[in-house]
């Protein structure tokens, strides 16, 4: 038998279908052919079988958790650090750094937006990289509407893990250089900076590996099962859309998640 002339093409990925998969690996599926729908006006194909068996949790195991450093109040910069990238598609991102300290990679200037790994078939779009006067780079993902009231209250700290962990790669990759960490930065428009916060995601040989292992763990999944629970359902987008079969809870709203969490325990 004759050897393929071309390496299998990857499935194309994205910190949010990661971020997605791990809250319900179905969701992923079925939010990825409504964003078909939306380019093409036909509604994407569903891996997902009709006789699938739901679970109780998503299969894919967590990020390494245990170097993360939580900090409250307004997010250290240093007088040398500067901006080299901003996701334009974001409007209400926080204005870090005064003009002269904005100096925008011009591959980022013409109208691409967008941080692509060719060799891992993934991309995407922080909000924000900065540089350090050592040459250190570094992801800035800002959460607006996140109050920080503690690393463990309210809000996925997880899927904000996993996020800042797939941008330090889209970083290390475009950039020429490794992150050493990733930055999640929670805001407070509304309380005037009460609640401010920031986490600071080390990346490293691990937290490298765990990526690569759980992309792998995606595109071998042929069934993408559904996480029905109310924690996952009542701010799940294509459950707002009515496509979902499994829904275990009525869409409730894009801050759901956050509040669900943010209750009392019974
Ligand atoms: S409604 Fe629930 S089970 Fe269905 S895709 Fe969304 S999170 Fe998953």
Redesign the pocket.
Known sequence: MLAPLEAPKLEHLTPHDLVTYF??P??ME?ARALHTQRLTGTLGAVRTPLDVV?LRQSPLFSPPLTQIAVNEGRLELLDDDHLIYEDPGEDDLPMLFPPERVHIDPRFTNGHTTLVDTAWGFAGRPDLVVRRGDGGIFPVEYKETHLFGGYHQAHGRLFDTIQAIAECRLVEVTFGRRPSFGIVLYGDESGGGVHEGWVQIPYGDIEEKWLKVAMDQVRQDHTRP????LR??GS?E??SEGL?R???ARYEGPHHHQAFLRSPRP
């Open positions: 809250r319900c179905h969701e079925l739901p559904p996480v029905p629970a996952n359902c799940c294509p459950n979902c499994f829904a275990a």
